[in-house]
């Protein structure tokens, strides 16, 4: 499917880069990725897969990431002073992530969609269903957690000598071929050739790592979600991997024990990644839970 642009979107007014597949008249699944990620992030083997399973896919670059509006002229990003409570160099929150979201379901004409957040795309996910669940037919929050201290942290060290991302082509191929194959699911075959294909189109699309960093602002400054979270009445399924360093397995049990009614799947030798070989059953498992909310609601 052609890449395609829609302009003056939500309250920020920006520009979002979106792909859309399948029959437009299937279930909606709006795909949010993580921090840093472009949609094409998303396989298209994997979106592939949700279109044969009876949804229409619509994958897009948040703010900051791909081709989509970025914030060149933003403050410097201070984590330590936004750790410490000093939000100045914040130039945004997962609330305005989710009201870019938003505006692009209105630019689509799409009253509601069934909303599948990936690491940091499932906190944007999560804020939607809370802000505006009217506009959601149901959450899958992969990868990700409430925002509550202790919950769904980082192994750090084990990419403590990984650096910061290089400005020149081949060695940033290189660097997030390394990234991911830490991150990868050890339970799967590692795909290097398809990280670095991916990694190459990255590149070209626009990386940008302090956009990456603005985004991480917007997670510390948007803070504990949980209580919200316990308000919800939106479908939920929560999918973890049992091996995940990037955001520990706590992350999602402690998203399904928030959510009520909540659905909890936990599988083993995923990590941080979405492997080829998870493609079938993930597609299944969240067809299965959109076609089951759509059929609870008619």
């Known amino acids: 499917m052609p890449e395609l642009k829609a302009r003056n979107v939500g309250p920020s007014g920006i520009e979002i880069a979106y792909e859309r597949f399948g029959d437009p008249d299937a279930p909606p699944a709006v795909l949010v990725m993580g921090a840093g990620a472009q949609m094409i992030n998303w ?37 330590a002073a936004a750790l410490a409570g000093d939000l100045s160099t914040v130039s945004y929150t997962l609330s305005d992530l989710a009201a870019d979201t938003v505006g692009l379901l209105d630019a689509l004409d799409l009253t509601g969609a069934h909303l599948v957040g990936s690491s940091m795309g499932g906190m944007i996910a999560q804020m939607i269903a809370i802000e505006y669940p009217e506009r959601v037919r149901s959450l899958t929050s992969m990868m990700s957690t409430t925002g509550e201290p202790g919950m769904g942290e980082a192994d750090f ?64 400054a948007t803070g504990d979600r949980t209580a919200r979270l316990r308000s919800l009445r939106v479908p939920t399924l929560v999918v973890h991997g049992a091996a995940d360093i990037v955001c520990d397995v706590s992350g999602g049990r402690a998203t399904a024990a928030a959510v009520p009614g909540a659905e909890l799947v936990i599988l083993e030798g995923m990590g941080h990644s979405l492997p080829q070989e998870l493609w079938p059953e993930l597609a299944t498992r969240i067809s299965e839970f959109v076609h089951r909310t759509e059929t609870a609601a008619t």
């Open 43 to 79: 396989p298209e083997g994997f979106c592939q897969a949700l279109v044969d399973r009876g949804l229409q896919v619509i994958r897009f670059d948040t703010r900051d990431a791909g081709r989509s509006s970025h914030f060149p002229d933003a403050p410097m990003p201070d984590f």
């Open 157 to 220: 060290s084990l990419f403590a000598g990984l650096g910061a991302p290089p400005p020149d082509r081949e060695a940033f191929v290189a660097w997030q071929v390394r990234a991911l194959r830490l991150a990868a699911s050890p339970g799967s075959k590692f795909d290097a050739s398809a990280a670095a294909e991916r990694a190459g189109r990255v590149f070209d699309r626009g990386y940008d790592a302090l956009g990456m960093q603005r985004q991480g602002l917007a997670v510390v």
